[in-house]
């Protein structure tokens, strides 16, 4: 894993002058880091569809018709790829992205049926805070001081662009709900960590596919009713899924998933937060939302995150290692 300038993997023996753009131009990191934003900013414009599409749809049904269908598509896509490289590592590796991933994507939208959507957005985005701490406890990797910091503007950020108005903050069931799959979108990232070392991240992504949407109908099946076949004829809603499948879904997805596999988590989860701002942007483009001054401060703080994370030099850490003589 190509390491960043705030990273959660030691950097071994390098110049402690090195100065931090430097690292930061490191030949691999660069192209990842930009397609995790690339990723947020699709996720970003999914906002406005997605309102539509559920409109139609129950959210379980909704998602698990979207990622079956993301599924069938990439399949198609990758045939020969996965007929050579699909083997039980790969479906494994792709059931624990997907169970996570899944249960990610259905406790939130469900904590959204009790909660605003900007308690919803703000709640979601504390995976990023969540992140190295949870890298802490599993690999055993401290948080650097300035992954804390990063999270804690970028959650700060994401407040200020999400909660506006004057409606007080005060956790709902539907609120813990939203932590809930906040915390499986922080798992989702960590396993990606664990499994991404020696498989093919499209052939897992294609079982992760449809392992979320698996997760997401059994659901539905259980707890939600399906609506008449009559509602499904409309144009403009197979134009909105086309959006989320080929768009949100497939291409989101893989981008994410191969970001991850070269990006620190820490990192990857900041880059991934500036949905929240790609989601604003885009309403206040097409929608004509005002500008405020609480929605300038919220891009400020998201972006001082991302740039704190980027650019903030790490100190060196020592290790102990049983002290090596050199032979010359």
């Known amino acids: 894993m190509p390491t960043g300038i705030v990273s959660l993997v030691p950097r071994g023996d390098r110049l402690r002058g090195a100065l931090a753009f430097g690292e930061f131009m490191h030949k691999s990191a660069p192209p990842y880091k930009l397609m995790l934003v690339m990723a947020a900013a699709l996720w970003g414009g999914s906002f406005v569809i997605l309102k539509?599409?559920?409109?139609?749809?129950?959210?379980?049904?909704?998602?698990?018709?979207r990622f079956v269908l993301s599924g069938?598509?990439?399949?198609?896509?990758?045939?020969?790829?996965?007929?050579?490289?699909?083997?039980r590592s790969h479906v494994y590796a792709g059931i624990?992205?997907?169970?996570?991933?899944?249960?990610?994507?259905?406790?939130?939208?469900?904590?959204?049926?009790?909660?605003?959507?900007?308690?919803?957005?703000?709640?979601?985005?504390?995976?990023?805070?969540?992140v190295p701490f949870l890298h802490w406890v599993v690999a055993r990797v401290r948080p650097t001081a300035a992954n804390v910091i990063a999270a804690g503007l970028a959650l700060a950020g994401v407040g200020m662009l999400s909660l506006g108005g004057a409606e007080p903050f005060a956790l709902r069931w539907g609120d813990w709900m939203t932590i809930v799959g906040a915390f499986w979108f922080a798992v989702q990232?960590?396993?990606?960590?664990?499994?991404?070392?020696?498989?093919?991240?499209?052939?897992?992504?294609?079982?992760e596919f449809y392992v979320m949407g698996l997760v997401c109908l059994a659901y539905g099946v259980v707890a939600q009713p399906f609506p008449p076949l009559s509602?499904?004829?409309?144009?403009?809603?197979?134009?909105?899924?086309?959006?989320?499948?080929?768009?949100?879904?497939?291409v989101c997805t893989v981008i994410q998933n191969v970001g991850q596999a070269h990006v620190p988590?820490?990192?990857?989860?900041?880059?991934?937060?500036?949905?929240?701002?790609?989601?604003?942007?885009?309403?206040?483009?097409?929608y004509g939302e005002q500008l405020t001054l609480q929605l300038a401060l919220g891009f400020?703080?998201?972006?001082?995150?991302?740039?704190l994370s980027e650019l903030a030099p790490t100190p060196v850490r020592r290790t102990r290692f049983p002290r090596v003589h050199d032979k010359a």
Not at 102 to 121: E, F, K, M, R, S
Not at 300 to 305: C, N, Y
Request: with cysteine; glycine share 10%; charged share 10%.
């Open 72 to 87: 069938m598509l990439m399949t198609v896509v990758l045939w020969r790829r996965l007929s050579s490289r699909l083997d």
């Open 52 to 65: 539509g599409a559920l409109d139609v749809l129950p959210p379980s049904w909704l998602l698990g018709i």
């Open 96 to 130: 624990a992205l997907g169970v996570s991933g899944g249960l990610g994507y259905l406790i939130q939208n469900l904590g959204l049926v009790d909660t605003t959507p900007g308690h919803n957005a703000f709640l979601t985005a504390t995976y990023c805070v969540m």
């Open 189 to 207: 990232i960590e396993v990606m960590v664990a499994v991404a070392k020696g498989r093919d991240v499209l052939t897992m992504t294609v079982v």
């Open 265 to 286: 988590p820490a990192q990857a989860s900041l880059l991934l937060s500036l949905e929240s701002v790609f989601g604003v942007a885009f309403s206040v483009l097409i």
């Open 231 to 250: 509602a499904l004829r409309g144009v403009d809603f197979w134009l909105q899924m086309g959006y989320l499948v080929v768009l949100s879904s497939c």
């Open 300 to 307: 400020a703080l998201v972006f001082g995150a991302i740039l």
